[in-house]
């Protein structure tokens, strides 16, 4: 399976960016769909994650701003993100595992990284 990321770029505090992933290859039905992100000098952290049938889970950081959907015929997982804050700014990630949840060690493969930068 592999990931290709992108819709990363900088924008201005209370904007809008849009992320997506796309996998190749066998993705499982029980599989779920997830973006990481990580800033400078910081650990990988959960944003979001999605199931095959569509159930969601959010950090608390980006609820109500962030939205996580998936198109399971395209194999690709987006992220819709409103109300960009600076503390936004990191390398985000797109992840699909078995496992699903919070942990990063639950996600079997990872995308390349895409960068978002939010000025003040």
């Known amino acids: 399976v592999q990931l290709q990321a992108s819709g990363g770029g900088l924008v201005q505090a209370g904007g809008s960016l849009r992320l997506s992933c796309a996998a190749s290859g066998r993705i499982l039905s029980s599989y779920v769909m997830a973006w990481f992100r990580q800033a400078p000098g910081k650990e990988r952290e959960f944003v979001a994650a999605?199931?095959?049938?569509?159930?969601?889970e959010y950090a608390d950081s980006v609820k109500g701003r962030f939205t996580i959907s998936r198109d399971n015929a395209k194999n690709t997982v987006y992220l819709q993100m409103n109300s960009l804050k600076p503390e936004d700014t990191a390398v985000y990630y797109c992840?699909?595992?078995?496992?699903?949840?919070?942990?990063?060690?639950?996600?079997?493969?990872w995308g390349q990284g895409t960068q978002v930068t939010v000025s003040s």
């Open positions: 999605i199931s095959w049938s569509g159930g969601t």
């Open positions: 992840a699909v595992g078995s496992g699903g949840g919070l942990d990063p060690v639950r996600y079997n493969y």
